[in-house]
Structure formats: structure tokens, C-alpha cells
């Protein structure tokens, strides 16, 4: 019989340990979401930036042979990160496109120059280095205009700083959360163990003493969580990047290293933190406390 309900009790605390390691899991997966957009901010960032282009218009006279050798120059300037030449036929089917063939035919003239498509590298795309910019740009003689849309590079820097805030926010209060809910689920898992601190207690046993194994199992269960987290947070990965693979693009997957990392220690320090308060409150408790 005795054996039987060692059986029962071995089971439930199997049970009990299990769920609370995929607790924890669960809560550090979101963790590494959270983790993985903040290390990756700066890439989607320069990314949006780095889409946005400068377009350079030449003047109608300009030959072509001139605008393939300015085309040769800003290629090699430090602030340029791609540049595509459109020539009159390519701009000509872009407007047809855009405004239909029928407005194309009053022309007797083709009304579209050769142009410049220039994309900046992202530390130059602010409101204050474009402008720079496009004065050494527009002081060439074969370059009619220089068009970029300064509102939108504004807005963007702009909204970029609000999610960037925002994330923020978001990533502190997940962390607070993160850190209640693995604090109840140790908790949880502790309180049944409360008599044998009490019986320890009642041996000699120093707090020091008592807390030790514990916090051991601690690190332990943190680790093996944030394990388990990480396998997660990897198979969703790999299910998006079969879906989304423009989405590689802007996210590094060699950063993931540092969102382990992240995950990691979240989980070591959370439950060393909330083991040590638990234990060292339970080795506090009287007797006629333990019951409730």
C-alpha cells in the first residue's frame, strides 16, 4: 500500500515538475519574440531606409554617354548604396503603366529623361544628410532635378523612434509578466515541499544550507526551459522562413545567438530570484502556518 501511494505521489510531482517546466517554456518563448524583433530593430529599421530612393533627373539635352559616366561616379560615393539607371524606354513604360497609353500619344517627344534611381545607405537617411546631398547632386550640369519625398523620410524617422519606444515599453512589461508568472509556477512547485524545509529547519539546518539544493534545481529547470523555449522559437522560425523568405532579409538569423543568450539568463535569473524569496519565506513559516 505504501508503495502504491509512493507510486501515486512520485507521478503527481513528475507531473507537477513537467508542467511547470513547460510553463516556463511558454513564457520565455514569448521572451524570445520579444528579444528577437529588439536585436533586430536596427536591421528593420535600416531597411525601411534603405528602400527609399533619391530620384536624379537629367536635363532633356543631356547625352547618354554623360549620364553613364555620372552613373559611374555616384556608384563609388561612401553614401550610396545601389544606384539604378532607367533609361527613356524603361520610364516610358513605367508613366504608360501609370497613366495609360492614350495620354502617352499627345506627346511628339519622348517626355521622360533619362534618370537615376539612388538608394542611401541608411546612416546618411535623415532629413539633414539628404538635403547635403542632393545640393552635391543637383550642382552637376547634366542634372535637371533631384526628387526625393522629405515629408516621408521625416515620417519615417519619426515612427521609427515611437516603435522603437514602444517596443520598449513592451519588452519591459513582458518581462515583468514573465517574471509573476514563473514566480507562481516555482511557487507552486515549492509550496509542496514545505514540510520537508520545516523538517530541515527543525534538524539546524541553516538557511543557506536549505536554499542550496533548491536554488541548484533552480538553475537547472531554468536552463532546461530556456532550452526548450529556444527549440520553439527555432521550428516557428523555420516554418516562416518557408513562408515569408523576404523576411530573412531584414531579420539576421546570426543574431539568434544573442536571443538565446537572452532567453537563457531570463530564465537562470528569474527562477533563482523567485526560488530564493519562496524558500527564503517558507524557512520563516511556523508550523500551524504550513497549512495554509
Known amino acids: 500500500m505504501v508503495s502504491k501511494e509512493n507510486k501515486i505521489m512520485r507521478k503527481r510531482l513528475i507531473s507537477a515538475y513537467v508542467s511547470s517546466i513547460l ?17 533586430n530593430a536596427g536591421n528593420v529599421s535600416d531597411y525601411f531606409k534603405e ?21 559611374d561616379v555616384l556608384e563609388k560615393k561612401e553614401y550610396v548604396r545601389a544606384v539604378e539607371y532607367i ?27 533619362v534618370s537615376l534611381n539612388v538608394s542611401l545607405k541608411a546612416a546618411y537617411v535623415t532629413p539633414e544628410a539628404v538635403e547635403e546631398i542632393m545640393k552635391e547632386i543637383s550642382s552637376e550640369k547634366i542634372v535637371d532635378e533631384v526628387v526625393w519625398q522629405k515629408s516621408l523620410i521625416e515620417t519615417l524617422n519619426s515612427n521609427l523612434r515611437t516603435i522603437s519606444l514602444v517596443l520598449g515599453v513592451f519588452i519591459v512589461l513582458l518581462l515583468f509578466i514573465s517574471f509573476v ?24 539546518a541553516t538557511k543557506a544550507f ?19 523555449a529556444t527549440i520553439m522559437l527555432l521550428c516557428a522560425l523555420l516554418i ?22 537572452i ?3 531570463a530564465g537562470v535569473v528569474i527562477c533563482l530570484v523567485v526560488t530564493f524569496s519562496v524558500v527564503g519565506r517558507m524557512v520563516t513559516l511556523k508550523k500551524e502556518e504550513l497549512y495554509y
Open 263 to 265: 532567453v537563457t539568463a
Open 210 to 228: 536549505i536554499r542550496r539544493p533548491f536554488l541548484a534545481g533552480s538553475v537547472f529547470q531554468g536552463v532546461l526551459a530556456a532550452q526548450l
Open 51 to 71: 528602400n527609399m530612393k533619391l530620384s536624379v533627373i537629367f536635363r532633356p539635352d543631356a547625352r547618354e554617354s554623360e549620364a553613364k559616366d555620372y552613373f
Open 87 to 113: 533609361t527613356v524606354e524603361q520610364g516610358m513604360k513605367e508613366m504608360e503603366d501609370l497613366l495609360g497609353s492614350d495620354f502617352l500619344s499627345v506627346f511628339e517627344t519622348a517626355p521622360v529623361p
Open 23 to 39: 510553463s516556463i517554456s511558454l513564457v520565455l518563448l514569448l521572451v524570445g519574440v520579444a528579444s528577437l524583433l529588439l536585436v
Open 181 to 204: 508568472l514563473i514566480g507562481n509556477t516555482v511557487r507552486l512547485n515549492l509550496y509542496s515541499k514545505r514540510f520537508t524545509i520545516h523538517t530541515m529547519r527543525l534538524v539546524g
Open 240 to 261: 516562416l522562413k518557408r513562408q515569408f523568405v523576404q523576411l530573412f532579409t531584414i531579420f539576421k538569423l546570426d543574431q539568434l545567438l544573442t536571443v538565446i543568450g
